[in-house]
């Protein structure tokens, strides 16, 4: 590992970062350390990086805002990919393209600041423009899928394609990109609506007091853990149960809102992880319902 580090310095990809605590890129908080992080400059030399990883059968994954991950205690050893450098905004109009690296609530508030409809739901999501792309990001009955007309992609054989929306297989929580390991959003095209500014801001503030009224964002956290059943809502179901405030070493499940699992105490992510398995054993059992998580585990095997 020590040789592809230097290798890696000498062919100027990027920023490099080395034994990197990955609890200061997610969002719970938690995590081993990685070896090496990457921070491309470019398209061009994230391809030129991908290509020597390839080649020398390394692996590696890209890390967004690290909003809906959980990574396990041990270390990471190959190669994270931040995109972050790919962070350019353009306005045609109505019409945003925006790099995979920026922040989805930023480009959010400034459609909402343009008096342009569409991206309301996204004003409380902390993730990337790219890591909202690849989970169909979504709140309050929408999400990328409603407003996402293209993406610009990078393909397992490296070329740079454009995909349209149909293309994309938007559906509750998932894409195209969950499905095909290897494609990585590079760019996004968001088409978005005219409407009237001071309506936007009021039903964005409306939704921020409810937030944090309801959900626990003073903690540590994933947000939502867990996909709602069709005609249920997850967090109902665990709250029928009991099971708010439930703990498990440093993590526990909100007292707010039961679909929260919070890092309420110097969590690690194993005391995570053992909350959700809990869980998923006690609404099958009690229920005969299947949870499915929201969040990705890596790292785990």
């Not at 792309?133 to 992609?153: E, L």
């Not at 709602?228 to 007292?255: C, H, Q, R, T, V």
Request: positive net charge; proline residues 3%; charged residues 30%.
């Amino acid at each position: 590992m020590e040789e592809l580090i230097n290798e890696i310095k000498k062919e100027e990809y990027g920023k490099v970062l080395t034994d990197v605590s990955l609890r200061e890129y997610t969002t719970y908080k938690v995590g081993g350390n990685c070896r090496i992080m990457v921070f491309p400059r470019n398209i061009e030399k994230l391809v030129q990086l991908i290509r020597k990883l390839k080649k020398k059968k390394v692996t590696y994954m890209v890390l967004g805002k690290g909003s809906n991950v959980l990574f396990s205690d041990q270390e990471y050893k190959g190669v994270i990919i931040k995109l972050d450098c790919l962070d350019h905004i353009e306005w045609r109009g109505n019409k945003l393209i925006v790099g995979a690296g920026v922040s989805l609530m930023k480009v959010a508030m400034m459609s909402v600041r343009k008096g342009l409809s569409g991206l309301e739901f996204a004003t409380g999501i902390p993730g990337s423009v790219g890591g909202a792309v690849y989970m169909n990001a979504g709140a309050y009955k929408s999400d990328m899928g409603y407003v996402v007309s293209s993406v610009k992609v990078l393909t397992p054989n490296l070329r740079v394609i454009t995909m349209v929306n149909k293309e994309l297989q938007f559906h509750y929580r998932t894409s195209f990109f969950k499905t095909h390991p290897g494609y990585i959003c590079l760019e996004a095209t968001i088409k978005l609506k005219p409407g009237k500014k001071e309506e936007i801001e009021e039903l964005v503030q409306e939704r921020k007091k409810r937030r944090l009224e309801t959900q626990p964002l003073e903690y540590p956290s994933a947000g939502s853990v867990f996909r709602n059943p069709e005609g249920l809502f997850a967090g109902k179901l665990i709250e029928d149960l009991g099971y708010k405030g439930l703990s498990k070493g440093g993590a526990m499940i909100s007292a707010k809102h039961a679909n929260f699992i919070v890092n309420y105490q110097e969590a690690k992510a194993k005391d995570i992880k053992d909350l959700i398995d809990f869980i998923q054993e006690e609404v099958r059992e009690k229920y005969q319902i299947e949870l499915k998580v929201e969040q990705e585990f890596k790292n785990w095997e």
